[in-house]
């Protein structure tokens, strides 16, 4: 089957013919030297047909704000990678605030300010997951500064400016769509800061701009999201950006015009590229975060000193029907607050699918495993764990008697005992008077001594040294004798 192709002089005089001097790929017909229009070829039926499902040009739609970060792209860039542009550290860099919406587009924000949130975040998706913990540390070394600052002087139509100091990466101000707005931010972190070794700054982590803007609520606050874009950035210290920027046009220079084609050139301006919003829960520092509450049960009525605290709570495993909102609940209950907005949208079957490796990749080491534990039901296993049972009162006092096995079978010289578990922590004779005490429901306070019974049946006086040298998961049979009173003087 061919196609035959008809020219016309108006086409020609358009500029939109070109010689062709080699086959028409997939049209089936050898064509000689000559002129053909690409309209007509992507005019065909076949091409019709596949550009079927795209949506017409004037449909697109544009984004209704645009910010431009005006400082120059990297050159070194691969063609369809995102731009890359450096900074320095401390240097004001103005962000140009455009309306960018069509006449009739969004009328409602005709005469309305809107309010921007801009903020500077990792890249890196793994320093993502951890970014609390790395925001905090960076805290805890530069006391008193700040990751991002808005230079108020040379900004220009912004209002209200404001900086929280529980969120160091971000700032927030009005600004009025009628007027020209440019907001100056300076960046104070630099990208080697963030590294395990330092090596520079082209060895140093990339940062992100990102800018959220919002407009009144029916409520009067701003928080009906409107847009959202951000660009990738690298932060040297003083000048190093202009030397690094230096490096890579240079570099570029003596690359071949064929690996040239591989890379973008350098633009003046950085326009940031839509994306999604920032989540609500921004960076919040530790000494201002609300401590969860918890109300699960004790294990037992006896109140036990501070560092046993442990044993007063039960850890509740997630479900794997639990809802998106039930998940949150669980991360809030079990101490893990500050990874709620990084699962926000995880539910019990989705936190539970997460191996041991991911979430120590996610939340670093300490938590990660902390988390894993939680959703696998690990509680913290006792030193040692003794099982006692209170004998009856025409039993012999203090007689201790060690189960056996005989044929599968537990034997015992006795009837039946019921036994207490008693988990240790802490290996020593005060823990376990304390156990005692509370299995035999005596107060802690009228118990003056314990005795093992020995060989030969000799008392032996209860110590550290013999908690510590105990088989675990001894059974032992307890015995109260009442001691004598003293006579008074």
Not at 416 to 421: E, G, N, P, Q, R
Request: net charge neutral; aromatic share 8%; with cysteine.
């Amino acid at each position: 089957m061919a196609w035959v192709l008809k020219m016309d002089d108006a086409a020609i005089e358009s500029g939109l013919v070109h010689d062709f001097d080699a086959s028409l790929s997939g049209i089936g017909q050898e064509l000689g030297a000559g002129a053909y229009s690409m309209s007509d070829v992507l005019a065909l039926p076949i091409f019709k047909q596949e550009d079927s499902n795209l949506p017409p040009e004037s449909k697109t739609k544009n984004p209704p704000f645009q910010y431009v970060l005006c400082a120059a792209t990297s050159p070194a860039v691969k063609l369809h990678d995102e731009t890359l542009t450096y900074l320095n550290q401390g240097q004001s860099y103005e962000i140009r605030m455009l309306d960018n919406r069509k006449a009739g587009e969004l009328p409602e924000l005709n005469n309305q300010m809107v309010k921007s949130t801009v903020r500077v975040v990792f890249h890196d998706r793994r320093l993502q997951y951890t970014e609390h913990q790395q925001l905090e540390g960076w805290r805890w070394n530069r006391p008193g500064d700040r990751l991002l600052d808005i230079d108020i002087p040379m900004s220009v139509g912004i209002i209200e400016p404001k900086t929280h100091p529980s969120q160091l990466n971000a700032a927030e101000f009005l600004w009025d769509l009628n007027k020209r707005t440019s907001v100056f931010v300076q960046v104070h972190c630099i990208s080697t800061e963030f590294t395990p070794r330092k090596h520079g700054g082209e060895k140093g982590v990339p940062f992100r701009i990102q800018i959220d803007t919002f407009t009144q609520g029916d409520g009067g606050e701003y928080t009906e999201h409107l847009h959202s874009a951000s660009c990738q950035i690298k932060v040297f210290k003083p000048k190093g950006a202009d030397r690094k920027q230096k490096t890579d046009r240079e570099k570029m220079e003596k690359r071949t015009p064929q690996e040239k084609e591989k890379y973008q050139p350098s633009y003046d301006t950085t326009i940031l590229s839509e994306c999604s919003p920032w989540p609500d829960a921004a960076y919040t520092s530790t000494s201002q975060a609300a401590t969860p509450s918890f109300s699960s049960p004790p294990l037992s009525t006896y109140t036990t000193s501070s560092y046993n605290v442990c044993f007063l709570f039960v850890v509740q495993q997630l479900s794997p029907t639990a809802s998106i909102q039930d998940a949150q609940k669980w991360l809030l209950k079990n101490r893990f607050s500050s990874y709620t907005r990084l699962f926000s949208h995880f539910s019990g079957s989705d936190l539970l699918k997460l191996t041991r490796d991911d979430l120590v990749q996610i939340c670093g080491p300490a938590d990660g495993i902390r988390l894993f534990n939680a959703l696998k039901s690990r509680s913290v296993r006792p030193r040692l764990t003794v099982y006692v049972c209170q004998e009856s009162p025409q039993g012999s006092p203090l007689l201790e008697r060690h189960c056996t096995i005989e044929n599968g079978e537990h034997q015992s010289s006795a009837s039946l005992h019921v036994y207490h578990a008693l988990y240790l922590e802490e290996l020593t004779a005060a823990e376990l008077i304390r156990k005692i005490a509370s299995v035999c429901g005596v107060p802690l306070g009228r118990i003056h001594q314990v005795y093992r019974q020995g060989p030969t049946g000799i008392h032996i006086l209860l110590s550290d040294q013999m908690v510590y040298n105990l088989s675990d998961e001894s059974c032992f049979l307890i015995s109260t004798v009442k001691g004598k009173r003293a006579n008074p003087k």
